[in-house]
């Protein structure tokens, strides 16, 4: 029993770390904009700046021309966790319901 209750905390403890380290990595540092072209469902976005939603029934496909990282959000205003990292000149189907970048 006292093994089980240890591993229940060592896993509770690696979660927390790995949560941080996530939320560390997608907090934004500086306040400025991307510099290029988001496209969310085919729509340009230009030089993005903040949160954008994502489709609500089905995932969004998002091309990323930009020179920043767009963060996929669990949320509908970029909240919840960070579920998935779109590169500089990527394109992925966003599985999630809103998009940061800035």
Known sequence: ????????????????????AALALATPSTAHAAQGILFIDGAPNGNPSGCFPLGDFAPSEVVNFTDGVAWVWSGPACDGRVVQAILPGQLAIGHGRSLFIE
């Open 1 to 20: 029993m006292r093994t089980k209750a240890i591993t229940r905390r060592t896993a509770r403890l690696l979660g927390a770390c790995a949560a941080a």
